[in-house]
């Protein structure tokens, strides 16, 4: 976002998601150890701060990723679950609560 703001330009992503690192990353490995709520929390938090700088000072905002993503179950992906392609997921994250449309405005 400091590069968008240096530019002084308007701006628009051409592609973003709650894509969070996989396991076997340290980060990734800290996310499986969250129970589903802490999770969740954190793909709220995660998205909203990203929609946040894709929409302030003008910007255009931009592309989610992808409507619909293979979404595997199986125990220990992020989202557990939900399997690690949910994050790339639009109508996931609309479903989890981890995107709501008031978020836009």
């Given amino acids: 976002s400091d590069l968008l703001d240096m530019a002084g330009r308007h701006a628009f992503a051409g592609e973003w998601s ?7 990353t ?4 800290e996310f499986v150890r969250l129970s589903w709520e802490e ?3 954190l793909l709220r938090n995660f ?11 003008g910007r255009l905002g931009g592309f989610y990723w992808t409507w619909r993503a293979p979404t595997f179950n199986y125990v220990g992906g992020p989202g557990c679950v939900w399997g ?13 609560g981890w995107i709501e ?4 405005s």
């Fill in 84 to 96: 690690d392609q949910a994050q790339w997921s639009l109508q996931t994250a609309l479903e989890r």
């Fill in 39 to 41: 999770q969740d929390q």
């Fill in 26 to 29: 340290s980060p990734g490995d």
């Fill in 18 to 24: 709650l894509r969070v690192p996989p396991p076997g």
């Fill in 101 to 104: 449309p008031g978020d836009w």
């Fill in 47 to 57: 998205a909203r701060n990203q929609i946040r700088e894709l929409t302030r000072h």
